[in-house]
DNA sequence: GTTCGTTTTGTTCATTCGAACATTTCCAGG
DNA sequence: CCTGGAAATGTTCGAATGAACAAAACGAAC
């Protein structure tokens, strides 16, 4: 068992959990060699992101309720994503009108803007739009079609056509990796259609993607770092996509990490 | 304070929590003059209702969660909506493809049909999309437009080109009122249409409506009690309605209110 | 390697928790 | 007016909980 990171140990307690139901604090000790109390503190901070259900003696899965299509959600680097959802909140004014893309990120920078005031919001992920029209003041548009039940989101060809609509002040996306060229890759066809139409329906296009994208491969094709406006991230990104950035002249922010819990 | 039902008392519980947004067992139990293990009991009913969170020595707000917008919601008459939906879940075959409109009974038929296989769903109603995708098998397809924010559906024009694309096999709906003269009523213009929409496209129409709606009055008339096939209910509606159901051939389903807790 | 600040984990203890059982209240049917 | 069964509430008590503090592990700067 060994020593395993806290951040790891609790995406592993919510893993055990999916898998079996239900756990008890007891258990979860014994399984990962920590106190109770580490338990507690793992599985407190689990049911504070909604991701859990507390249970007197142990934790168990929220019944019924959405979560279970997060199955495949990753926790890790939730709190770098949402260090990046902040400072992206802090970009976005209040009145201004928003793309935003399928995507966790997109979804946590859902979460940081439903304190502003009057947005106009397009997008094609549920979650998004279920985070913001939590806001009486904001105006949430939806594209019709398939859901992906998986994500919780929408694609296809009508996408397209949805975003062309609109010429909105701010495109939010997010994305499967980068290469080292600054290719933007995604793992699905459909998922690069929809980058792409609100990339080009926008006046600012701002892409957010934390630092394990950075070199990493996905199968299709859809776009240039070069393209993007603004580029929110976590770590600076390797020296040659950086200096592809400042060719491009793309903005760069990095978004400092802090505390979650 | 005197002796308030227990229902009414949890209505109220939940009321005080969002107000507040939290409240220690302590001060409820003072507040309703009841023993702190009986607000634990009712508390916990309320959290497995998925409507309030615990905290140690109290309950709070399921913070930020899509649950804001329920604030208007009624939680009184959960129970006979409840058995309503178990009802209509018992009537959709494995397989159905099935119209779900807006308003809070169809959402809760919409839980009670994620164990059904192989649905194709059609709604515009956010929170039964929801409901329904957690189900991999199910195949949920939504309509374009604004949303709601309140009520978190969509409706407008568009709403009724979308439901006249399909032709499915149950077209599920609920209602503002029913009049005596079996009037189907409701509180907006745009909902009404996209009733109209599904009657007009379905195979068998099922309304859905607790015994709160008989009698009651509602602005904007849609339809008339003899266009539907099926009616779900909870108790026997009065002598005149009944009669007018039975001259139109309209089925009768009663949903045997059980225990919830 | 050392130092210093931060993060993570362990320990203690007064409080809160819920299971189980006892009691009361409610409401039909006689 | 009683009577019996069910639902709601109260009571007791060992287990579970989280706040607070202490110890340890880690990481960065030197």
């Given at each position: 068992m060994s020593h395993i990171p806290p951040e790891e140990r609790r995406a592993r307690i919510a893993e055990e959990v999916r898998r079996q139901g239900a756990a008890t604090i007891d258990a979860l000790a014994g399984r990962f060699g920590v106190t109770e109390q580490t338990i507690r503190r793992d599985v407190n901070a689990l049911c504070d992101a909604g991701l859990l259900r507390r249970r007197h003696g142990g934790v168990e899965l929220p019944v019924q309720r959405e979560n279970l299509p997060y199955e495949s959600r990753q926790v890790l680097h939730q709190a770098e994503k949402q260090a990046i959802a902040r400072a992206v909140a802090g970009l976005v004014p209040d009145g201004a009108s928003v793309a935003l893309s399928i995507g966790t990120t997109p979804e946590l920078i859902a979460r940081a803007l439903v304190e502003h005031r009057d947005l106009k919001i397009y997008t094609n992920n549920l979650n998004v739009a279920l985070a913001l029209c939590a806001n009486p003041g904001f105006e949430v548009t939806l594209p019709g079609g398939r859901v992906r039940?998986?994500?919780?989101d929408l694609v296809g060809a009508a996408q397209t056509r949805f975003f062309a609509g609109y010429n909105v002040d701010f495109g939010i996306f997010g994305v499967g990796g980068i290469d080292d060229d600054g290719e933007l890759l995604d793992f699905a066809e459909e998922e690069v259609e929809a980058r792409q139409a609100i990339l080009a329906n926008c006046r600012r296009a701002l892409l957010v993607a934390d630092h394990t994208k950075f070199g990493r491969n996905a199968v299709v094709r859809g776009g240039h770092l070069a393209e993007v406006d603004v580029l929110v991230t976590d770590r600076a990104p390797p020296p040659a996509m950086a200096a592809r950035l400042d060719a491009a002249g793309v903005t760069v922010h990095l978004a400092p990490r802090e505390a979650l819990s």
């Open positions: 039940n998986r994500y919780r």
